[in-house]
């Protein structure tokens, strides 16, 4: 069975920055295209960030370009989201998911993704 297992998150001030963690198991991910998404209250889930399983090509939502940086380690099965200069509005539960279909494309829209984690919270206080 496919899990995916966030961990990382937390509460941090204004400027600050936290690592988050995505670990797979029950299946092949290492070559598989990961992404992260955010869900905050009052908004729908959003794109945050994407990785391909080869090549390791990227892709960020704008709001997070130049602060965020995802990248994996396909031995380990596991996802990273770098997050810096975090922001009050970079407040959501953070989820990861992997697109079993994708190798050398990354995706950004939800329906794409076919497994998710459980989420993480992140907390970004003014």
């Known amino acids: 069975q496919v899990q995916l297992v966030e961990s990382g998150g937390g509460w941090v001030q204004a400027g600050g920055s936290l690592r988050l963690s995505c670990a797979g198991s029950?299946?092949?991910?290492?070559?598989?295209?990961m992404g992260w998404f955010r869900h905050a209250p009052g908004k729908e889930r959003q794109f945050v960030a994407a990785?391909?399983?080869?090549?390791?090509?990227?892709d960020y939502a704008d709001s997070v370009k130049g602060r965020f940086t995802i990248s994996r380690d396909n031995a380990e099965n596991t996802v990273y989201l770098k997050m810096s200069s975090l922001k009050p509005e970079d407040t959501a539960v953070y989820y990861c998911?992997?697109?079993?279909?994708?190798?050398?494309?990354?995706?950004?829209?939800?329906?794409?993704?076919?497994?998710w984690g459980q989420g993480t919270q992140v907390t970004v206080s003014s």
């Open positions: 029950g299946g092949t991910f290492r070559d598989r295209t």
């Open positions: 998911a992997v697109d079993t279909t994708r190798y050398i494309t990354v995706a950004t829209t939800l329906r794409e993704y076919h497994y």
């Open positions: 990785i391909s399983g080869s090549y390791g090509i990227t």
